[in-house]
């Protein structure tokens, strides 16, 4: 037998995506690449834990805004906008199953512009081409509104200002910049947020906290 990809080397490993053996080498070159590969193989689990370990910081030109502040306890101060974004994003996933990372970052920066503008008292938008990004901008773009709306009058706090909710999706640009692997088909950054921010059915009584890239 040979690898089901390159049909030249010994297969080593079952991949769950294929539902063949393939090589280590195309395992490793082929990963979230044209493989699509799902959460629980264990070899792209390994394969994260192994890129986390060795992980090093974002350089200044790949920092999201980087002369953009974002103050730690300003993020905790408003974690339930975390909390909300997050959800939303993990329940257009379950609806979209081809949802990527890269997706997921195009939305959220598209809308942090939108939210940009707002702040300073212009309306401009520009929603991102790719249909299934496009789409989750909606979602983003509903669920804050409706958080604007209606939390303060249920919790008691200040309206969530553009400004504010532009600097907590700059910090979620950072976290996702951080965790995903760059790869056309990673979902790690997906992935992270599912562990900390469980759907309802799975949720915790406490959602940990991200640490601040």
């Known amino acids: ?111 942090a512009e939108t939210l940009r503008t707002l702040g300073t008292g212009i309306y401009y938008e520009r929603p991102p081409d790719v249909p299934v990004a496009r789409a989750l901008y909606g979602q983003l773009g509903e669920f804050l509104q409706e958080f604007r709306k209606n939390e303060g009058a249920r919790t008691g706090m200040p309206e969530l200002r553009y400004s504010d909710a532009f600097l907590l999706l700059v910090f979620l640009l950072r976290v996702a910049k951080q965790e995903s692997n760059g790869r056309s088909r990673s979902r790690a950054f997906l992935d992270f947020l599912r562990v900390r921010f469980p759907l309802p059915a799975e949720a915790a009584k406490e959602a940990p906290r991200i640490i601040i890239p």
């Open 1 to 111: 037998m040979s690898c089901a990809i390159c049909e030249k080397r010994p297969p080593k490993r079952y991949c769950p995506a294929k539902g063949e053996k393939i090589c280590a080498i195309c395992c490793g070159r082929e990963r979230e690449v044209t493989i699509d590969c799902l959460s629980d193989c264990p070899h792209l689990i390994a394969a994260r834990r192994y890129e986390a370990e060795h992980r090093k910081p974002l350089s200044g030109e790949e920092y999201p805004y980087r002369d953009v502040a974002v103050r730690e306890d300003f993020v905790y101060e408003r974690w339930p906008v975390i909390i909300g974004v997050a959800s939303a994003i993990l329940n257009f996933q379950f609806r979209h199953r081809d949802l990527t990372d890269g997706a997921v970052y195009t939305a959220i920066e598209a809308m």
